[in-house]
Structure formats: C-alpha cells, structure tokens
C-alpha cells in the first residue's frame, strides 16, 4: 500500500462496483462512464496494494481483499454521511445547545413552558440548558455569552441587546388564609395593604418588579413597610405560608397551589408587569432563531400549533 490517502469517493466507486458486481451498471448508478470508473478502481487497487475484484467467466467477483475492504468501506462512507449531516443540522440549529436565561417565576407562566415545549418537540436533538438567574445577571450572562435567550421583567438593556414582548402578567397580592384580604373575592386595591408587612425580592437581584410595586404603592399614598427580602420565589411563598406578610407578585405565581397561601388579583390596569426575551443584535445562530420564533408565535397566538 502507497503513502497517499484514500479519498471517499474511491470507496463510493468501490461499494458501487461491489453492489452491481459490473462496471456498466455502476457506472450508470454513478452518473459516470465506464472508463473512468475502471481507472479510479484500478487506482485505488495501486493505492492498497492488492486486487479488489477478479474475473470470473463473463463477469467479475469480490476478491478476498474485496470481500475484506467492503464492510469497512461502507463504514467510512456512512460516518462520513452522518458527519456531514451533523454539520448541516447544526447550522440549521437542528443540533446542539441553547443556553436559556430564566427568571423564577417564569415556568409558573402559560406561555413560556409551551414555548419550551415546542422547541425541544421542534428541534429535539438541541439540548436546551436552562440558567435560572435574575434580570440583571441575565442580561450580564447575555453580553459574556454565558447564555444565548433571556427571559426577564423588563429592564434597561445597554446596546446590542434586543427584546420582545412576550406577555403582559397581571399582579396578585399573595396572603396568608388568615388575613381578613383574604376573605374577599374580588381584586384588591393596592392602598389596601398600607399597613401590611411586604415581603420583595432583594433589590441588587435587578428584579424590576421592585420598583414596580414600590411606584404602585406611592401612586396609593404610603410607602411599604418591608419585613423582608429575599432571592427567590420559593422563599416569598413559604414565609406567606408560615404567616409572615403579604407579597405582591406576578399572577401566573398562582399556580403553586400551596397551603394557607391565598392569592387575590390587584385592582387596577396599570397593575401589570410585562416578561421580555432577550437576545443578542448581532446573534447569528438558527437555535436561537427558532427559539424566538416560537416565542413570538405563542406570545402572539397562544392557542396556535407554532
């Protein structure tokens, strides 16, 4: 065998010649002409040193070099197939990894669990890596690269980062059963909890939600008197639970059904809070594409297939 390598399309010639066991026809099944063939056979038969085929009256048959190379051929030339459409999966975004950004209180959304749904029914070779972390360490993670969507409240985003609006989230007031709030049916107006102890978010986590719920209270004529803050979700909904307070908090957290906590809508339009994605300008990837795709479809449509 010589030093030069082989190339696959001597393999392809090969395997064809093995199929039909007859230039003519793999010849035709190649698209070739016939000599061409019987050289780029003779070639790779230089290349390796030993006769791949041998006459056999009319015809031709397999060697034993012949009948050793095929299997091996037709493995070189499947993983090289299955290379190439691994590439080009890849660059479609049909293959590989989306990093998600995720606020706390975004699976308890009705949007964005269908939004992941979707994706991983769409594109089920993508791993999708969720980061759940708050808005200002998102948008941080966006900028490094850490991850490749966000989803946040809205935020003051610096340049090359975009957003779109998925939904708008109505606020609920979330109470222990005991509170006499509680015992109401209907929405419950912000200067009702004027002298409730409030439960936030801690500030420096970015959660916009803050400053949100800290304008409402203004605009209602007291400023809330905080027993606590915290970092997470959970931590909110277990000290309402222990008896501790009262929060204000987007309406979808009404999904966790947990003892002794009762939720209330909050009286008033402006009681709203948006959720935004947020990607990259200059982002240049299909999963990401195909990610805000279908989060604008759901957003827009939300009973539609996407």
Request: include cysteine.
């Amino acid at each position: 065998m010589t030093n030069e390598y082989l190339e696959l399309r001597h393999l392809k010639y090969f395997v064809a010649v093995a199929d039909e066991l007859h230039f003519g026809r793999a010849a035709e099944r190649l698209g070739i002409s016939q000599p061409p063939l019987s050289q780029q056979i003779h070639a790779l038969e230089l290349r390796l040193g030993a006769k791949l085929f041998e006459r056999k009256g009319r015809g031709i048959v397999l060697s034993g070099a012949g009948s050793a190379l095929l299997p091996r051929a037709r493995g070189i030339l499947t993983q090289a197939e299955r290379a190439a459409e691994s590439v080009a999966r890849s660059q479609r975004g049909e293959l590989g990894e989306l990093h998600l950004g995720l606020m706390s209180s975004g699976p308890f959304t009705v949007v964005i669990p269908r939004v992941l749904a979707r994706f991983r029914e769409r594109l089920p070779d993508v791993r999708l890596l969720i980061h759940e972390m708050a808005t200002t360490l998102q948008i941080d993670a966006l900028e490094q690269g850490v991850i490749d969507v966000g989803v946040i409240r809205p935020e003051a985003l610096p340049d090359g980062i975009k957003s779109i609006e998925l939904f708008r989230d109505s606020l609920t007031v979330v109470m222990h059963s005991s509170n006499p709030l509680a015992a109401t049916s209907g929405p419950i107006d912000i200067s009702e909890l004027a002298n409730e102890d409030f439960i936030f978010y801690q500030r420096n986590l970015g959660v916009r939600l803050y400053d949100e719920v800290i304008a409402l209270c203004t605009k209602a004529g007291f400023s809330p008197r905080i027993l606590y803050e915290v970092r997470e979700l959970p931590t909110i909904i277990g000290l309402i639970s222990g008896g501790f307070g009262v929060a204000v908090l987007p309406g979808s957290v009404q999904r966790m059904v947990v003892e002794n906590v009762v939720y209330r809508p909050v009286r008033g339009m402006e009681a709203a809070t948006a959720v935004w994605a947020i990607y990259r300008d200059d982002a240049n990837d299909p999963m990401v594409s195909a990610f805000l795709e279908i989060a604008r479809c759901l957003a827009s449509h939300p009973k539609k297939g996407c």
